[in-house]
């Protein structure tokens, strides 16, 4: 088939393809590459679109797994930073500016929003509580297993529950947004895989492209791409708070330089 052809001749080229570029480079109808779409499993041309670019992000030569003997310093640290520019790069394509907004209108509108991750994920979690805080959200971050799920046991419809594992397999994590979503709240999922079982539980998915499978090399560093990817809803949300946010920013930024501040020591004479 052609659009099949294509993609596998071209799949760097074909992950950033609207479904209508496809199509005129196929050669046919955009309807059929829905069907395509369709036949091979995903729900439509958009849900493909990001398991390509992630499968694609997979098979990059750029890889940080093994410790490379007798590599220099320079080599390794031009590596690694390739590596998480590509994972920004690849990211910032994947990302569905559309789904994003969604996002943020339901933060902005919800009553609390709740972050749950373990690890490293754990950490984005926090760090993404305070920056919303920060612009007078509700947000919590639950990085205890067990805290989570009683953390997600009184919530309801006004309720944001955001799932994040960069595997998208975490037990506990894929468990407790299955309860949240019992409970009818709203649940958002940040994964780098959107075929994962927590994606599947999730109502709305952001995914990140960290071009690693390995668990070890990659959990500790997709940080940078989930971080991205909060940090943008932190400036969409600020950006619509208006002077009340600015104010809240900028009181929370003042205490902050205050309490790190160094106190000044006296001279001796």
Not at 72 to 99: C, G, H, K, W
Not at 105 to 133: E, M, T
Request: positive net charge; proline residues 3%.
């Amino acid at each position: 088939m052609a659009v099949a052809r294509f993609v596998l001749k071209v799949p760097f080229r074909a992950r950033s393809m609207s479904i209508g570029a496809v199509a005129k480079a196929c050669g046919v109808s955009a309807a059929t590459v829905y069907r395509f779409c369709r036949d091979l499993g995903y729900n439509g041309y958009k849900e493909f679109q990001l398991d390509l670019a992630a499968a694609v992000a997979q098979t990059s030569g750029v890889t940080l797994g093994d410790f490379a003997q007798g590599a220099t310093p320079r080599t390794i640290i031009r590596r690694v930073f390739e590596y998480n520019r590509q994972s920004l790069a690849d990211t910032e394509r994947m990302l569905d500016d559309r789904v994003m907004v969604r996002v943020a209108r339901l933060i902005q509108r919800s009553r609390k929003v709740l972050f749950l991750g373990i690890g490293a994920s754990g950490l984005v979690a926090r760090l993404a509580a305070q920056r919303l805080l920060t612009l007078g959200i509700a947000a919590v971050a639950v990085e205890d297993p067990y805290a989570q799920i009683f953390a997600t046991v009184n919530v309801g419809p006004q309720d944001v529950v955001v799932g994040i594992s960069h595997t998208g397999q975490t037990a506990a994590i894929i468990e407790a947004i299955r309860r949240a979503r019992q409970k009818r709240a709203l649940t958002v999922i940040l994964t780098n895989y959107p075929q994962s079982p927590l994606a599947r539980e999730g109502a709305l998915q952001l995914t990140t492209a960290f071009p690693e499978h390995r668990i070890n090399a990659a959990t500790s560093s997709s940080i940078v791409a989930q971080l991205a990817v909060i940090t943008s809803l932190y400036f969409i949300l600020g950006s619509w708070g208006g002077r009340k946010a600015r104010k809240l920013a900028r009181e929370a930024e003042e205490r902050t330089q205050r309490l790190l501040r160094a106190p000044r020591t006296r001279k001796r004479r």
